[in-house]
């Protein structure tokens, strides 16, 4: 008998969420073929098995949380397809003989290797999790002391009941809300996201700073070339490269945005690995372009696609999240007009695009011209960047923007 055990994943990844059963108990597999689709706090990821064989049990449910180094199923390898092996376990074996009460068939998993020595079915753990209720502390009905999930429900009654001076940590819906609701969970990456964008309101000085650009000549310039570009490279010359490479080149002169705080030491990077934030079906994410600076338009342009299509997909790899140097954020896509983007930390600048919006602008000359304007929004560390260092980041992005020849002639 061989175990499936939650692998390696990553140096920052210990644990998942059970996303997706890809097999069940009697399915005979080859080695290296996938198992079970786990989600983590960054991408969704497939465990592979190391050996050949037939799925006997499966001892974790969807939605159960697991670490590295957990088994979370067994394998038989001499068994053939469609069988479960008849060997009763170290748990099963009295079953047979004290003809015990009859048990569910989502119950029949046992975990029996947890630290804390309680003997209970993936269900009845999860129950007691949502609960807040001690397994240890729950009478197990079944004759061999395993936990099922209405001997967790039985000792919350219980809880409730009695006089305690605490209340369970988690109440019923129709304890806390009088109108229909309706409770999700949620997901292991969206509590990521919750907790890491709360840990840069806490843990950094964020400030905002916002100017406008006239888009009049990167549009023009676009109008242009694209026909050329297109013919040239197989892809469309779009708005992000030319933000990339103005922020790259406002990087180079103002090289505090592109560092990180160590301690009391700045690490301040050089090289350019832009972020390039994208909504994903499972939540936002900030896929790399590697290398930015070394890239020209259409590089960068088949890297933002090709990133953005993985990530719609859920197929990014986790390498093609970890890092970066310096994130931009596009909310004009969705329509949005002006925000404060939230710091990407260890990061310590972000720059925010928004919708373009045709505006009365007054010209040098005193006259009064329709323009395309985008508003920017460039959220910076305090700690480490002065407000003047941030101004003038952003004075020379717009300036490079409505000038756009230069960043062409750059590369």
Known sequence: MKEIIIPELAESITEGTIAEWLVKPGDKIEQGDPVVELETDKVNVEVNSDYAGVIVEVLAEEGDDVSVGDTIAKLDENAEAGTVSSEPTKEEAPAKEEAAEPVKAEETAEETSQDDGVVASPAARKRARELGIDLSK?????????????????????????????????????????????????????????????????????????????????????????????????????????????????????????????????????????????????????????????????????????????????????????????????????????????LNTPQVGILGMHNIVKRAVVMPDDSIEVRPMMYLALSYDHRIVDGKEAVQFLVRIKEMLEDPYDLLLQG
Request: glycine share 8%; aromatic share 6%; net charge neutral.
């Open 138 to 342: 729950v009478k197990a009905q079944d004759p061999l002391g395993r936990v099922r999930p209405e001997d967790v429900d039985a000792a919350n009654n219980a809880a409730k009941s009695a006089p305690a001076p605490s209340a369970p940590k988690a109440a019923t819906t129709e304890q806390q809300f009088e109108k229909p609701v309706k409770i999700e969970k949620m997901s292991r990456r969206r509590q990521t996201i919750a907790k890491r964008l709360v840990e840069a309101q806490h843990n950094s000085a964020m400030l905002t700073t916002f100017n406008e650009v006239d888009m009049s000549a990167v549009m023009n310039l676009r109008k242009e070339r694209q026909e050329g570009f297109v013919a040239k490279n197989d892809i469309k010359l779009g708005f992000m490269s030319f933000f990339t490479k103005a922020s790259v080149a406002a990087l180079k002169e103002f090289p505090l945005l592109n560092a990180e705080i160590s301690g009391t030491d700045l690490i301040i990077k050089e090289y350019y690995d832009i972020g390039i934030a994208v909504s994903a079906p499972g939540g936002l994410v900030v896929p790399v372009v590697r290398d930015a600076d070394k890239l020209g338009f259409a590089g960068i342009e088949k890297e933002i696609v090709d990133l953005g299509t993985k990530a719609q997909e859920n197929k990014l790899g986790i390498d093609e999240l970890q890092g970066g140097s310096f994130t931009i954020t596009n909310g004009g896509i969705f329509g949005s007009m002006l925000s404060t983007p939230i």
